[in-house]
């Protein structure tokens, strides 16, 4: 059941389970948890989740929504090689500065797909959707003369999004490297040298 501003309810259930998702991992989530957290009955929680990989399957469909949207915006927002380069650093630098365990979920995702269809599906429909909405940006700049990379657009957006899962999982593992203004630099620099095939 997709949460709606209608259903104040799911929104808080959605919320406990983030938070218990992000303080205990997936393996420590319980059905109990959950409902103690939102302050529900654990029958109330089973009308909107059957068991845990639901759960992060809803978490991980909401959080990754909000990152294709984002991703969309900074080509909508920028007009250089060096702007959209910044623009898609500022986003894993706000996430990292902001809502560390935004990723953390993200990336315990892919553990869990391992052994969840639910899972696994929706990260796979998620990925390929965040792929194809960079994909798309990065055909525009190219079609308007903005960028002009050497790779086709869907390799530059397959490898990009390695460059921000990468450095996603390098600074949650490290996560003293966020204060290291030439690793942002070195990022931004990299990804800048992708979208000029003569630099």
């Excluded at 009308?47 to 915006?73: C, G, P, W």
């Excluded at 007009?79 to 902001?98: N, Q, S, W």
């Excluded at 929706?122 to 990065?138: D, I, M, V």
């Amino acid at each position: 059941m997709p949460a709606t501003d209608k259903d104040p309810k799911e929104n808080i259930i959605l919320s406990a389970v983030r938070t218990i998702l992000a303080q205990k991992g997936y393996m420590g989530t319980t059905i109990s948890l959950v409902a103690l957290e939102a302050g529900v009955s654990r029958g109330l929680l089973h009308y909107y989740f059957k068991n845990k990989d639901e759960m992060l399957a809803r978490v991980i469909k909401e959080n990754m929504e909000i990152s294709i949207a984002m991703i969309a915006s900074v080509f909508e927002h920028h007009e250089t090689p060096k702007g959209y380069a910044k623009g898609i650093v500022d986003l894993l630098r706000g996430v990292m500065e902001h809502d560390p365990d935004f990723l953390s979920l993200f990336f315990e995702g892919f553990a869990v797909a391992r052994h969840s269809e639910i899972v696994n599906a929706e990260l796979a429909s998620l990925y390929g959707k965040f792929r194809k909405a960079l994909e798309t940006g990065l055909k525009s700049a190219s079609d308007r003369k903005r960028i002009s990379p050497a790779l086709p657009v869907e390799t530059l957006a397959a490898i990009i999004t390695g460059i921000i899962d990468g450095m996603g999982l390098q600074l949650l593992t490290e996560p003293d490297l966020c204060k290291n203004e030439i690793v942002w630099q070195g990022i931004e620099t990299a990804i800048v040298d992708l979208f000029c095939r003569d630099r």
